[in-house]
């Protein structure tokens, strides 16, 4: 049982005050300041006078900024969606697939986690750009398509026209998908894994198809750690600075990058503190509804 | 086709159906679709890392065309003065952060696990506030801290000129290490604990001699997770270095906004190699853990 910390005083003071002081002074404070300095006003270059104006979040208000929060609430939607959507048959099939070969493909799945996020975004490039993989692949097929038709008679399909791949909305996307994607995969798996399989066997008994039976069976039941999945993914893809900044065009601006740029160029820190405060309310709305959904199927399971 | 005909000889005397061959009903690992998803999920986590890999030793200065084999971009890398400081900054903060941040996780989740105390709720609560707020957002915060509340002293003699990222880097780090090793602690027998204090240890005795052996796995876990998570960082870098205080990933950046040569390829290859053999160890170490405490 735990133990109250009046029976052992001075251990728990010895166990308890350093990571709570680290905890207030390097996170706690620096927090409060960001807060405090959203109600407050650029009196002179380097000034910020606290002045408990809201003229900040009004601000923050106007259809430019609120475009790019709805922005990056839809790009950050897509991204879950699409990482859903492949990751779960992927950690379907991992769930159910021999121990050893499990362990394999879990850390193939997680060594790109491990490696550097910087690094991944640049591979991207790389891949993605006109003069990329992606592209050359594209070209061969093309052309060899196009060889295909001249030998059957056809018109040629004429030049091969690269893909703009990078530098828009798209590439952004599928960079938030390509960080993104083992966070998915992970909890899925471990809610599959931990699932009643007997469940599934007589759901395909009793003759239900395997589309129906993960459909009726396997997703109600794994429900709770697809909720935490979803979550896991969305949280930091609307944060996402890096990405947008690398692989985006000038309109693909989301919320961390206008952050940024009051920070480091316009010299604005009430507003970005502002702007930073309003991505962190809608982060923990996202918690919240995340807590919120998984409480009541507990009372309805 | 033609292949399978020749082959694939007429069995006589054994059974039809050979049960290997015939997936069961779960093994959707078996399954052709499920098998094409895998691997093309798998190739598309891996793809661009090879070429990334395979490109640094290109001979050319575009990472477009195979041109030859040199290990050039290797040699430029290692004489690059900045991009090696940046490179060993990397690991010496992550060195520090791992250290801080194991010793702050442990205490951390020792307490929440062992004690009741009033405010526990709270202090649970901004526990886990770094771990789930944006990374922008604390990133401006600890530019504003070490702008206006503390500033970092400049001119300080290096590693100590890398004290403000490394707070920095603790800060986020420290909570990911506790929640590991209390997932561990969750695990503990406290009657061994009881007995070790009936047999006469102190207080202390138990602590280092019991919990903490118990823990360790836990603690390589943490100390994992916060190496890398520190190494891998760049957005709360980005905010907190200063021009003397480049990071690999702060490097890396402004080397691809200028210009990119396969030298980026080189250093990246190098620190994903790194990188692999540092979870390789960490698993190696977590698994032989778990044998002795089987055996």
Redesign the interface.
Known sequence: ?????KQ?K???AA??V???A??FL??????A??WA?SFGENTGPITIDLTGTFANYVRALEPLYLQIFWKSLIVAGITTLLCLI?GF??A???????PK?KSW?L???M??F???????T??????LRE?G?VNFALEWLWNNASGFMTLVGLQPLGEYEPLTLLYNNTAVIIGLV?VH?PFMVLPLYSALDRMD?SL??AS?DLGAGHLRTIWSVVVPLAAPGIASGILITF??A??A??TPD?LGGTDSQMI?NV??RQ?KRAND?PF??AL??L??YL??IA?AAQAFIQRKSERRG | MADEGLTALPQVGRPKREPRDKPG?????RQW???V??VA??V??????I??MA?SFNDSRR??VWQGFTTDWYVKAFNNESLLQAFINSLTIAFFCTIISV???A??A??L?????PGKTV?EG??A??I???????G??????FA??MPWPMGLPWPLNLGAIT??H??FA??FV?TVVRARLSSFN?ELEEAAKDLGAS?WRTFWDVLVPHMQPGLIAGALLAF?LS??D??ITF?TAGPDTIT??VK??SM?RFS?TPE?NAA?TV??VV??IL?AIG?QMQNSQSKEKKA
Do not use: K
């Open positions: 049982m735990e133990q109250t910390w052992a001075a251990a728990f166990i308890a350093p990571p709570i680290w905890l390097f996170f706690l404070v620096p927090m300041v960001i300095y492949i048959p992927v379907l099939a991992i769930a159910f697939a021999t070969m493909l850390l193939l799945i060594l790109p491990w490696t550097n996020l910087l690094i991944r640049f591979a991207l490039i790389a891949v003069q993989y390509y994607l399989r599934m066997e395909l949280i930091p609307l944060g600075y890096l690398l961390a952050i940024e920070f820190w970005g503190a930073s405060f991505l962190m982060t923990f918690i | 009903p779960l093994e959707y690992m679709p499920l098998r998803i895998v999920t798998l598309f986590l891996y793809a661009p890392l070429t990334l490109f990472n477009i010793i702050l996780g205490l951390a020792v307490m696990w062992r004690f009741r105390f202090v901004s526990m506030l770094p789930v707020v944006p990374e922008i957002c604390l401006v915060a600890m530019l504003v801290f206006r509340v707070i920095a603790v800060s420290f909570p506790a406290r207080e890398t190494l891998d760049f957005v905010f690999f990933p890396v950046y691809l990119v980026v990246s620190l994903i990188t692999v979870t698993l």
